[in-house]
């Protein structure tokens, strides 16, 4: 006999799966794929080229609004750039996400693309062969 503790546990998870299904990859990154960005951070600041391009094609392709972009833009270095790029990216969809490892490929980005995309889903250190 199913105790009442196992009954809610696999309403939940069925509830869940239905998120996902319904929402696609525009349900919010999970757990995992916050850790791929958490665990490269300190790498991937010194990689990625924030160029206006870069951040224009970013926003075109709806990863985030004009919000965070002129938030993104207002930042004073580079590194400051690319911090405030991955924190919004941390905060959104499992959809941005992807768009962020697209535009990274598109942007002759590719090492630092096939980091995060490789890493989707697994969680270990940075990754980043030459950080």
Known sequence: MMSVFNKICL?????????KIRHGDNR???????????DNRHGLVKVIDPKPG???RLYANGCFNEEHK????????????VDRLLDIVRRRSVADFNKLVEALYSDDQ??????????EGKTT????PFV
Do not use: M, W, Y
């Not at 919010?28 to 960005?37: M, N, Q």
């Not at 002129?70 to 750039?81: L, T």
């Not at 590719?110 to 890493?119: H, S």
């Not at 250190?125 to 980043?128: E, K, N, W």
């Open 11 to 19: 309403k939940l998870v069925a509830e869940l799966n239905e998120v």
């Open 54 to 56: 870069f951040i224009n």
């Open 110 to 119: 590719p090492v630092v693309a096939k980091v995060l995309a490789e890493r």
């Open 125 to 128: 250190r940075s990754t980043l």
């Open 70 to 81: 002129e938030h993104i833009e207002c930042g004073e270095k580079v590194s400051d750039k």
């Open 28 to 38: 919010p990154l999970d757990d995992e794929l916050r850790r791929v960005i958490d």
